[in-house]
T-cell receptor, first 113, second 115 residues
Framework: EAGVVQSPRYKIIEKKQPVAFWCNPI?????LYWYLQNLGQGPELLIR????????DSQLPKDRFSAERLKGVDSTLKIQPAELGDSAVYLC???????????FGEGSRLTVL | QQQVKQSPQSLIVQKGGISIINCAYE??????FPWYQQFPGKGPALLIA?????SEKKEGRFTISFNKSAKQFSLHIMDSQPGDSATYFC??????????????FGQGTTLQVKP
């Protein structure tokens, strides 16, 4: 069974440009998370989806970040416009709706110049 | 109160030695305490986890010790191997009936096991 798939793995952009990250969770996993991991730090939750509903987006900077999970499967995280401080790894994770282990993707590393 | 504090920041151990990483938390509502292992360029992967109704859990060379009264838990890696060299994160969450899986992570410990 495939794990959590993220793309692109690496992205380099100029500040003020937009960027989008895509995540395909493990099949059958209703809950999807986006985490932010700064260099040398632990991941921090940005947003959590139960199916297509964003049930916890309190940590998402809504002035420039947006996310969607159409049809309750794949998800996209967008930053517009990107700032220098957004350089980090964006991790997607998923788990079954009834709990269980949280599985992470390999992450999308963003560098903003 | 939502923080999880992890120490040390980095650790160097000889092959065959014991690696010990410690974490402390404040929120007594936390009821799930996992440890994650992360290799460079990879996402974190669950290593072992414990709930507060037990004081110790062992899986192979990895053991979690949990002290509810002190609000501390630790990871012990016995017979450490060079392949264990990675960054380790402790985490905590309030699962309970809501089962949110919202993990609060520690700052991470970079472990290097020397051959």
């Amino acid at each position: 069974e495939a794990g959590v798939v993220q793309s692109p793995r690496y992205k380099i952009i100029e500040k003020k440009q937009p960027v989008a990250f895509w995540c395909n969770p493990i099949s059958g996993h209703n809950t999807l998370y986006w985490y932010l991991q700064n260099l040398g730090q632990g991941p921090e939750l940005l947003i959590r989806y139960e199916n297509e509903e964003a049930v916890d987006d309190s940590q998402l900077p809504k002035d420039r970040f947006s996310a969607e999970r159409l049809k309750g499967v794949d998800s996209t995280l967008k930053i517009q416009p990107a700032e220098l401080g957004d350089s980090a790894v964006y991790l997607c994770a998923s788990r079954r709706g009834d709990g269980g282990e949280l599985f992470f993707g390999e992450g999308s590393r963003l560098t903003v110049l | 109160q939502q923080q999880v504090k992890q120490s040390p920041q980095s650790l160097i151990v000889q092959k065959g030695g014991i690696s010990i990483i410690n974490c402390a938390y404040e929120n007594t509502a936390f009821d799930y305490f996992p440890w994650y292992q992360q290799f460079p360029g990879k996402g974190p992967a669950l290593l072992i986890a414990i709930r507060p109704d037990v004081s110790e859990k062992k899986e192979g060379r990895f053991t979690i010790s949990f002290n509810k009264s002190a609000k501390q838990f630790s990871l012990h890696i016995m017979d450490s191997q060079p392949g264990d060299s990675a960054t380790y994160f402790c985490a905590a969450s309030i699962d309970g009936s809501s089962n949110t899986g919202k993990l609060i992570f520690g700052q991470g410990t970079t472990l290097q096991v020397k051959p």
